[in-house]
């Protein structure tokens, strides 16, 4: 082959990567942008009262906030969700981490949980205090890790079908999904964990996605 055209063939290939890496850098803008702030879900419950739906959506309210957590990662935020009747009770506790995928054609994004939960209860209002975690505070559950894909004004992430185990605070034997989507204004959450013979044992069999409305801009 003549040497020129192999020249031009790894810059192409070399442009191609760098491409793909800068996309991958706005993504985490985006996301950067749109994911920190207040939600609630108040129009998908009424909508179920409204159209008579025996099993109604919980009422949720979801903070998220960016956390400065260097042990972690660069694009780390902080999701705390509250019974929206009783926002004093906190239902769950979770720190999402992104960066791009090895391959550089995703955003990676690892779920993680807190070993010692009440540490760290409304760190929304408080996202300092997340510079002092350390590797041994937090778990991941196991091959759980998100793919998010921009598509349409839209993020879509979603774990592997086959190899999650312990997501949301199944149990680890259990196989679990998620599922997400992700505009400005909007974000839809499916957590499931299923037994062994496939039956549901955390989560929404019919209409699984919590469906949340951001109240506001941003929590900080």
Same mark, same amino acid.
């Given at each position: 082959?003549?040497?020129?055209?192999?020249? $031009?063939?790894?810059?192409?290939?070399?442009?191609?990567?760098?491409?793909?890496?800068?996309?991958?850098? #706005?993504?985490?803008?985006?996301?950067?942008? %749109?994911? &920190?702030?207040?939600?609630?879900?108040?129009?998908?419950?009424?909508?179920?009262?409204?159209?008579?739906?025996?099993?109604?959506?919980? =009422?949720?309210?979801?903070?998220?906030?960016?956390? !400065? /957590? =260097?042990?972690?990662?660069?694009?780390?935020?902080?999701? *705390?969700?509250?019974?929206?009747?009783? &926002?004093?009770?906190?239902? /769950? *506790? *979770?720190?999402?981490?992104?960066?791009?995928?090895?391959?550089?054609?995703? $955003?990676?994004?690892? $779920?993680?949980?807190?070993?010692? =939960?009440?540490? %760290?209860?409304?760190?929304?209002?408080? &996202?300092?205090?997340? +510079?002092?975690?350390?590797? !041994?505070?937090? @778990?991941?559950?196991?091959?759980? #890790?998100?793919?998010? #894909?921009? +598509?349409?004004?839209?993020?879509?992430?979603?774990? /592997?079908?086959? /190899?999650?185990?312990?997501?949301?605070?199944?149990?680890?034997?259990?196989?679990?999904?998620?599922?997400?989507?992700?505009?400005?204004?909007?974000?839809?959450?499916?957590?499931?964990?299923?037994?062994?013979?496939?039956?549901?044992?955390?989560?929404?069999?019919?209409? &699984?996605? @919590?469906?949340?409305?951001?109240?506001?801009?941003?929590? *900080?």
């Amino acid at each position: 082959m003549n040497r020129s055209w192999l020249l $031009i063939g790894v810059a192409v290939l070399a442009s191609g990567c760098g491409g793909n890496a800068a996309l991958r850098e #706005e993504e985490l803008a985006r996301i950067a942008d %749109w994911l &920190p702030g207040t939600y609630d879900n108040r129009a998908q419950v009424d909508d179920d009262l409204k159209r008579n739906i025996v099993d109604v959506h919980a =009422p949720i309210e979801l903070n998220i906030v960016a956390a !400065d /957590s =260097p042990i972690v990662g660069h694009d780390v935020y902080y999701v *705390q969700q509250n019974d929206a009747m009783n &926002p004093r009770r906190v239902l /769950s *506790q *979770q720190l999402y981490s992104f960066e791009k995928s090895a391959d550089d054609k995703a $955003i990676a994004h690892t $779920i993680y949980t807190f070993k010692e =939960p009440e540490r %760290w209860v409304h760190g929304h209002d408080r &996202p300092d205090i997340f +510079k002092s975690l350390v590797p !041994d505070d937090l @778990s991941a559950a196991t091959g759980c #890790e998100l793919k998010w #894909e921009f +598509k349409e004004e839209r993020f879509t992430g979603h774990s /592997s079908a086959v /190899s999650c185990h312990g997501a949301g605070g199944s149990g680890a034997h259990a196989r679990s999904e998620v599922h997400i989507e992700l505009t400005a204004t909007q974000l839809k959450l499916a957590e499931r964990a299923f037994d062994a013979e496939g039956n549901i044992v955390s989560g929404r069999r019919d209409d &699984p996605f @919590s469906d949340f409305r951001k109240t506001n801009r941003k929590t *900080q």
